[in-house]
């Protein structure tokens, strides 16, 4: 399990540079999106100064790890629709148009973090994703998030 | 207008580490909301590293800004209730029950960002607080955030 290629490194290089989960980006999180069965995971254990209040993980990362983690799904869902496999074409690259998440306990920080991702329902140009980050067996928030294929606006000649 | 302390600066010292906006988290965004007027106010200027594609802002920076200055919003309008000023008192500190944040437009980097926040209601316990995010003049995200009281379970003895 959790052997796929990861999504994000197959992005293409223009599209590498994000924050989150860019490969090229030497001072982001590079979260790393791979196929497990029909759901999609990425572990990452964030580092100590990630904290919101002493013993708890910032909010603000899981929602970066949840909006990542999302655009990576509906990326994935997309190849698996064109019948592609991870890593065999470049991975197309979606941006956020709706992040909503729902944070159920604080999370501990200091341990790996798992965030699960399941499309629930996509088109072409427009995924619904759900993901849920889960610490030690405990979800601890649950993401609803809106991808969609990035526009021509967003890419830069 | 945007001269009142910074709600952050109040934050009791255990509660001051805040990747997002704590004053003793030297590798934190160091967020400052501000009243101004029925609004509050903060502005933040993103690295250059926090992009999402080439020329545009990560949206987990987003988010994050909108998560802390939506605490620091509750926690202003908390103090207000009670009649005090931000800076005669400890700021209260809430956590974040929920948050959504919808991309409107892409945000271009390189130029300073404000986000305002408005509560649309409260209690005691929570409040549900409305952001806008502007970049020169133009909102590029709308943020709704439901802010409760830190629960003891958060608090480390």
Excluded at 7 to 16: A, C, L, R, T
Excluded at 51 to 74: E, K, N, Q, R, S
Aim: hydrophobic share 40%; aromatic share 6%; with cysteine.
């Amino acid at each position: 399990m959790n052997n796929s290629p990861a999504v994000q490194d197959f992005y293409p290089e223009d599209f590498s540079h994000c924050r989150g989960c860019g490969r090229l980006n030497p001072q982001g999180h590079q979260f790393k999106t791979r196929r497990d069965g029909d759901e999609t995971v990425t572990h990452y254990t964030p580092a100590p100064h990630e904290t919101a209040v002493p013993g708890f993980v910032y909010g603000g990362l899981i929602a970066a790890l949840v909006d990542c983690h999302a655009m990576a799904t509906a990326s994935a869902a997309a190849l698996e629709a064109s019948g592609v496999e991870i890593g065999e074409a470049p991975s197309p690259r979606f941006v956020t148009a709706s992040l909503k998440v729902d944070f159920m306990k604080p999370t501990p920080i200091g341990v790996v973090l798992e965030a699960r991702g399941r499309v629930r329902e996509r088109s072409d140009r427009k995924a619904i994703v759900e993901i849920t980050v889960t610490v030690e067996g405990v979800v601890t928030a649950r993401g609803e998030v809106v991808a969609v294929a990035m526009p021509a606006t967003m890419i830069r000649a």
